[in-house]
């Protein structure tokens, strides 16, 4: 067990830690899911209520999680359990703090599944596998690969084997503690940076070169066009603000703890605004401009798009790009894909190692658990909630986790903590604690923002997702009511997603018994899910009540 008075561990250096920072905040999310919310809402008419959404919930959010892991930094705590325990006397947010420890471990726990995918394609990308391959020959291969049974390099139950070795690299590196994270963000940022541009030069120089007989409009130009032509309409439409808000959470990290953990190793007097805001604008660049100049660029290129209106999903990275690379040759093909996979892996990896500090945090200075041993608890409660991810891929399990600890937890989390940080620790308190050491001045425009529209934004985020109208359209909806009508819930909406309520209405209907096994097994699984992620949560909250517990006695004999 580690002495409590050995020195604090801290950051080697300013640049170790917004490099850090930002790759916590740069993951796949920044090239898989915003392109495909850019179009799928309507292209430039998602862009402007994006980036607004950026300056009243993203940097706000930045700012109170940067202060709010320097403040608990102060008082020796390095997770939000205590952080929060520290910013308002109620018993009760120790416990909402249990958000930042249990989210991390429930996302990670399928993001590094994701990496998994991303290596392995790699591999395949260097071994020449998608040579000659369809469009459609591709997307089976993806398919093929996540059935567990099958193998496309040898390896017996290839999926978990691979998974388990990611899992494994990121427990080794959590193991060297800050510096091993440091270097891993001084090395895979820059690397990040450097394949995106390449790719992106590709996209934005492709023109109409890709075009063919079966697709004689494709032109790179239309996807860029689409994107970037603004559409001011969007301005009064709640989809699209709804969907940009949402992007938010992917894109910052916020609403994780992991924001918080970082900065509670930084120096008391350090500043913390200016960090805020060079990470977080070094992920809108990584996003914006780059993650928005491949994939649709390139899949308009050489499919059209109309295709990419049509089939835009997040599957499209590992579904269609291998085939596209295909169209450069042979040796352009295989660079190409070792540079956008090995892009995804060194963004997925500096997220997922964020993942492992809060838990970490938390043992050492509750438990007094070293690094070793609390990366291994790490990664082996990762694995025991990770494993059905894998094993029942097909089943929804995977897209369970994503749904409840992935989006809903940290929507909730967001709300709670913009709550403490303005009403209960003070917005005066909290304005004093972003400005302390700051190497720039924060407009005071962002005091009223950070205590007004930022909790009102963060409500309204919630809430949609509660009461999500049918097939999302809010403005009929809307006005439906308005006439005298009901309010229609949507299958995705949270309160009837909690009920499987779609789930049963196509085990109603379904005829064949193939099909009626499937979905009484999917349901089953995906209960499964969520009393795994509940006991997940409910393990953590009793961890923190024997701390609170351990921590009364030592007070007590250090008052006596």
């Avoid at 699209?240 to 894109?251: D, P, R």
Wanted: proline share 3%; glycine share 10%.
């Amino acid at each position: 067990m580690e002495n409590k008075l050995m020195p604090k561990e801290a950051w080697g250096s300013r640049l170790g830690l917004i490099l850090a920072m930002a790759g916590n905040a740069v993951g796949l999310g920044n090239f898989l899911r915003f392109p495909v919310q850019a179009v799928q809402n309507g292209g430039g008419a998602f862009i402007i209520p994006y980036l607004i959404c950026f300056l009243l919930m993203g940097i706000p959010l930045l700012l109170i999680e940067w202060s709010s892991g320097r403040f608990g930094g102060k008082f020796n705590n390095h997770s939000t359990p205590y952080i929060m325990d520290g910013m308002g006397k109620a018993k009760i947010w120790k416990y909402v703090g249990v958000f930042g420890i249990f989210t991390n471990i429930a996302v990670v726990a399928y993001y590094t599944y994701i990496e998994s995918w991303s290596l392995v394609y790699v591999l395949h990308a260097v071994f020449g596998t998608f040579e000659g391959m369809s469009q459609s020959d591709v997307a089976t291969f993806f398919t093929s690969y996540v059935d567990i049974f099958t193998t496309s390099t040898g390896i017996p139950f290839e999926a978990v084997f691979f998974y388990i070795l990611v899992l494994a690299l990121n427990i080794f590196i959590l193991s060297k503690g800050l510096g091993g994270i440091e270097k891993v963000a001084k090395i895979g940022m820059p690397l990040l940076i450097l394949f995106g541009v390449i790719l992106a030069v590709r996209g934005l120089t492709l023109g109409e070169s890709g075009k063919s007989e079966l697709f004689p409009d494709a032109n790179a130009w239309d996807g860029l066009n689409f994107l970037w032509t603004p559409q001011f309409d969007s301005l009064s439409n709640p989809k699209v603000w709804l969907a940009a808000a949402g992007q938010i959470f992917f894109t910052l990290s916020v609403g994780m703890g992991t924001i918080q953990c970082y900065a509670a190793y930084i120096k008391a007097n350090e500043d913390i605004a200016l960090n805020a805001v060079s990470a977080g604008f070094m992920n809108e660049f990584v996003e914006v401009v780059l993650g928005s100049s491949i994939v649709i660029p390139i899949a308009a290129g050489y499919l059209g798009l109309d295709w990419v209106l049509e089939n835009a999903g997040f599957g499209m990275a590992f579904q269609t790009m291998p085939f596209l690379f295909q169209q450069w040759g042979e040796v352009a093909a295989a660079f190409s894909g070792v540079l956008w996979f090995g892009l995804l892996f060194f963004a997925g990896i500096t997220s997922s190692l964020a993942m492992g500090t809060p838990w970490m945090g938390f043992m050492k200075d509750e438990f007094g658990w070293g690094k070793k041993r609390g990366a291994w608890s790490f990664g082996a409660l990762a694995l025991i909630m990770g494993l059905p991810t894998v094993l029942l891929y097909q089943y929804g399990v995977f897209d369970e986790y994503d749904y409840w600890a992935g989006t809903v937890s940290l929507v909730v989390f967001a709300l709670l903590e913009a709550v403490l940080f303005s009403w209960v620790f003070g917005i005066n308190k909290g304005w004093n604690e972003i400005n302390e050491g700051s190497d720039i001045k924060i407009p005071q425009a962002y005091k009223f923002i950070i205590k007004y529209i930022t909790p009102l934004l963060l409500l309204m985020v919630f809430l949609s997702a509660l009461i999500t109208p049918y097939q999302n359209e809010w403005m009929d909806s809307i006005s439906n009511v308005l006439n005298g009508g009901t309010w229609v819930l949507d299958n995705s909406s949270l309160i009837k997603n909690i009920t499987n309520y779609g789930l049963k209405e196509q085990l109603q209907s379904a005829i064949n018994q193939s099909d009626i096994d499937f979905l009484e097994k999917k349901i089953f699984f995906i209960n499964m899910a969520r009393v795994l992620l509940v006991s997940l949560f409910a393990f953590i909250c009793y961890l923190v009540y024997l701390s609170h517990k351990k921590r009364l006695k030592e007070g007590r004999k250090n008052y006596e």
